[in-house]
């Protein structure tokens, strides 16, 4: 069992930055692959970022691509997702999970993660 809590959400302005957070316990960190998903009302969760477990090969969707960087420092057991040039549409909450299997396309593009966070709210104002 992992239990992943995220910090760091806020309400930031459109352009601004900001860092989250997600500190796992139960185990460790360096077993699993790292995702990032965002829900916000009214839409299906979607995909941000995946960090490997080595973090070695990370893989991101197009809407983020160039904005936001997957990170994590596995003696520490922490992912982060830093996020640069905020726009009011990234205004979601955000999840992280965990998986035992290793990064792939099918696991980014099922969302089969094995565990997940309660999530951290993230408000861009325009």
């Known amino acids: 069992q992992v239990q992943l809590v995220e910090t760091g959400g806020g309400v930031v302005q459109a352009g601004d930055s900001l860092r989250l957070s997600c500190a796992a316990s139960?185990?460790?960190?360096?077993?699993?692959?790292m995702g990032w998903f965002r829900q916000s009302p009214g839409k299906e969760r979607e995909f941000v970022g995946a960090?490997?477990?080595?973090?070695?090969?990370?893989d991101y969707s197009d809407i983020v691509k160039g904005r936001f960087t997957v990170s994590r420092d596995n003696d520490k057991n922490t992912v982060y997702l830093q996020m640069n040039s905020l726009k009011p549409e990234d205004t979601a909450v955000y999840l992280c999970?965990?998986?035992?299997?290793?990064?792939?396309?099918?696991?980014?593009?099922?969302?089969?993660?094995?565990?997940w966070g309660q999530g951290t709210l993230v408000t861009v104002s325009s």
């Open positions: 960090i490997s477990k080595g973090g070695g090969f990370t």
């Open positions: 139960g185990s460790t960190l360096s077993s699993y692959t």
């Open positions: 999970a965990a998986a035992s299997e290793g990064l792939s396309t099918v696991l980014i593009t099922t969302g089969k993660f094995d565990f």
